[in-house]
């Protein structure tokens, strides 16, 4: 079984800056992929930004030059710097972890953080 402990969400101003961090734990010997979606009220959850073991970023053209997505793997937490911070960026954030490989699971699996509110007031 794999926890993933989020912080880092809260409340700031239009232009301000916040720091997401995803910290996983358990048996893991290895995650593909590790980033960020989000979920805005009364929209679908959508992808902010991933990055593979490898370097290989995939990220949302709104968040292109104001976010950056980078991990420790020697860790496995994944972490979201976001600058130039805007009302619309207003959402819960979720991390996402793809293709984690532990102990015990016979396949890669998929998990998802319970979630962490940023409020980005005008």
């Known amino acids: 079984q794999v926890q993933l402990v989020e912080s880092g969400g809260g409340l700031v101003q239009a232009g301000g800056s916040l720091r997401l961090s995803c910290s996983a734990s358990?048996?893991?010997?290895?995650?593909?992929?590790m980033g960020w979606y989000r979920q805005a009220p009364g929209k679908q959850r959508e992808l902010v930004a991933t990055?593979?073991?490898?370097?290989?970023?995939n990220g949302a053209d709104s968040v292109k030059g104001r976010f950056t997505v980078s991990r420790d793997n020697a860790k496995n937490t994944v972490y979201l710097q976001m600058n130039g911070l805007k009302p619309e960026d207003t959402a819960v954030y979720y991390c996402?972890?793809?293709?984690?490989?532990?102990?015990?699971?016979?396949?890669?699996?998929?998990?998802w953080g319970k979630g962490t509110l940023v409020t980005v007031s005008s």
């Open positions: 990055r593979t073991s490898g370097g290989r970023i």
């Open positions: 358990g048996s893991i010997l290895s995650i593909n992929e």
């Open positions: 996402n972890l793809n293709g984690v490989r532990t102990t015990t699971d016979t396949y890669p699996m998929v998990y």
